[in-house]
């Protein structure tokens, strides 16, 4: 099982942006749910501290595309759409951004955030023991995954992939804020997280969590409390316009390297979805976040459970990487 893969220039040449005329990408009804099932997908990670929806956008196939969609969004919208003025000039900039693209991935992760938040807020607090076997098993999969997508190791990748690891272990392992957020504050806590969501490896809601806003975000998803949702959007629209030009910058030069950075975070993200976890006192509720060794857990390792759930998320991604190179070969 290889990684997903996606048309892309030589690392060493000059990267050309498509023009309006190649952005129209006509996807069939049947891509188009593959876009919505991918950002379910998508969306069912990021609710998860510790897993990153960018993981499932790589290990898909449509990151690259993703980081080419958001990246093209900014200024030069308004010259495409002076050029042919109207309903024209208004479809010209609908392709130059791939917004059927983004509209079904947005959908699909709006879709889980509506309908899969609850679940997995309930199943972190009683049974976090389950949902962190799961992602674990997924997280391994996809690093044994991207490592035979990077070729050609050197000591300069080498480097690159220990770099993210180490960055992601240290994020990881900061303390988390616990004071209640203000609005100003929440829009910079998701202008942070949304560059987390897009970086494979380290988890938006991870970092929302270790600023303090994690349950307030969540909170106000359940309650439909418009005014936090609409900042932390904003904040994540800044954000968002600001990294995706840097991160296609790097992936359109330096693929290989790049990828061996990404890696390396989610990599070191194994350290914050290690299933067994306990509190400062070694007992179990809301605020595990020790890991200890399985045989040092409160209720036993329950070797069959989590081992199978680990293998669950293993073929899960196995498939979902299948699925993402067959879908680029169509």
């Known amino acids: 099982m290889t990684a997903p893969q996606s048309p892309r220039p030589n690392e060493s040449s000059t ?20 876009i919505y099932i991918r950002g379910m997908a998508m969306g069912a990670a990021d609710i998860v501290p510790g897993v990153s929806g960018g993981t499932i956008a790589l290990i898909a196939g449509i990151y690259e595309r993703l980081i080419n969609a958001l990246s093209s969004i900014g200024p ?14 208004l ?4 392709r130059a951004v791939d917004a059927t693209f ?14 899969l938040a609850g679940m997995i807020k309930y199943l972190l607090d009683h049974q976090p023991l389950l949902i962190w076997s799961f ?22 990748r080498v480097a690159l992939f220990f770099v993210g690891l180490a960055a992601a272990v240290t994020i990881s392992s900061l303390p988390l804020l ?6 100003p504050y929440l829009f910079f806590a998701g202008a942070v997280a949304i560059c987390a969501m897009i970086l494979p490896g380290i988890s938006g809601s991870f970092i929302l969590l270790l600023l303090g806003a994690y349950d307030t975000v969540l909170e106000a998803v359940h309650t439909l409390n418009f005014a936090i949702i609409f900042t932390v959007i904003a904040g994540m629209a800044t954000g968002l316009l600001l990294f995706t030009r840097a991160l296609k910058w790097l992936l359109s030069r330096y693929y290989q390297a790049t990828l061996a950075l990404l890696t390396g975070f989610i990599a070191g993200s194994l350290v914050k979805v290690w299933p067994w976890k306990v509190d400062a006192l070694g007992t179990l509720n809301s605020t595990a976040v020790t890991n200890v060794m399985p045989w040092q857990y409160p209720t036993g390792a329950q070797w069959v459970t989590t081992i199978g759930l680990m293998l669950l998320g293993a073929v899960l991604v196995s498939l979902l990487s299948w699925w993402g190179t067959r879908s680029n070969r169509a």
């Open 15 to 34: 990267p050309q942006l498509p023009d309006e005329n190649t952005r129209l990408i006509t996807d069939s009804p049947k891509q188009l749910l593959g």
């Open 76 to 89: 030069n919208l308004w010259q495409i759409f002076r050029q042919q003025g109207g309903i024209k000039g």
């Open 91 to 94: 479809f010209a900039v609908w």
């Open 102 to 115: 983004l509209l079904f991935l947005v959908l699909g992760i709006a879709t889980s955030f509506a309908t």
């Open 135 to 156: 992602f674990f098993g997924l997280v391994v999969a996809t690093v044994l995954i991207l490592l035979t997508e990077i070729k050609r190791w050197n000591i300069g």
């Open 178 to 183: 616990t004071s209640t957020p203000s609005l």
